[in-house]
């Protein structure tokens, strides 16, 4: 069965920094690789998806993710935080199966904090 | 338009009684998720209604648990007896079909359902 591993359950960062959350996932077959964040008293919402086309992803709000198959990684990252970045930001994985795809599996979260 | 409405948006409940838990998913929307998602777990699949097909129960943590989807529409989620481990968000969420293949379109999620179990 699929799984990711989201590392560091809380990350803090300066206004303007790099923002880089790690995301590790575990598949048997080629896998669908999604980011989804969740601002404070909202729903989740779609940041950027993988689905087997480009490796490199660009989602909503100048975020990107890279998949590197040699180490089953799905990165998100953005290049320079701004505040209203301040979010819990999911990682998730389905399995690209023949009988069809297995429903989105994920991570425990992570918290980005962001000082100004 | 309208997004994926949960109702309550909050529920207190004492332990051993019976709660349901609504969801309107997005119109035209022929799959929909039930998820729960409690502090510092992330969020667990619990079931998962495609359509006319069978539904994938497999995340439903007990018989307690059940669910039902009425005319491919609303759907309700039904906990019996409950427990205070039950105490979570439960969350819903929809997306519409594409292809022989569904899983992996974009997830559209409502804002929850507060459940405390006291």
């Known amino acids: 069965a699929q799984s990711v591993t989201q590392l560091g359950s809380h990350v803090s960062v300066s206004e303007g920094a790099l923002v880089l959350l790690r995301c590790n996932y575990s598949?048997?077959?080629?896998?669908?690789l999604f980011w989804y964040v969740q601002y404070p008293n909202q729903g989740l919402q779609l940041l950027l998806k993988y689905t087997s086309a480009a490796t490199l992803v660009k989602g909503i709000n100048g975020f990107e993710a890279e998949f590197k198959k040699s180490e089953t990684s799905f990165h998100l990252t953005k290049p320079s935080a701004h505040m209203s970045d301040a979010a819990e930001y999911f990682c998730a994985v389905s399995e690209n199966r023949d009988s069809g795809n297995t429903p989105l599996v994920f991570g425990k979260g992570t918290r980005l904090s962001v000082i100004a | 338009g309208a997004g994926v409405s949960q109702s309550p948006s909050n529920k207190v409940t004492e332990k051993g009684k019976d709660v349901e838990l609504r969801c309107d998913p997005i119109s035209g929307h022929t799959a929909l998720y039930w998820y729960r998602q409690s502090l510092g777990q992330g969020l667990e699949f619990l079931i998962y209604?495609?359509?006319?097909?069978?539904?994938?129960k497999s995340g439903l943590p007990s018989d307690r648990f059940s669910a039902e989807r009425t005319g491919g529409s609303v759907s309700t989620l039904t906990i019996q007896r409950t427990q205070q481990e039950d105490s979570a968000v439960y969350l819903c969420a929809s997306s519409p079909k594409v292809g022989l293949r569904g899983y992996n379109s974009p997830l559209h999620f409502g804002n929850g359902t507060r459940l405390t179990v006291t």
């Open positions: 209604f495609q359509g006319n097909s069978a539904p994938d």
């Open positions: 598949s048997s077959v080629p896998p669908y």
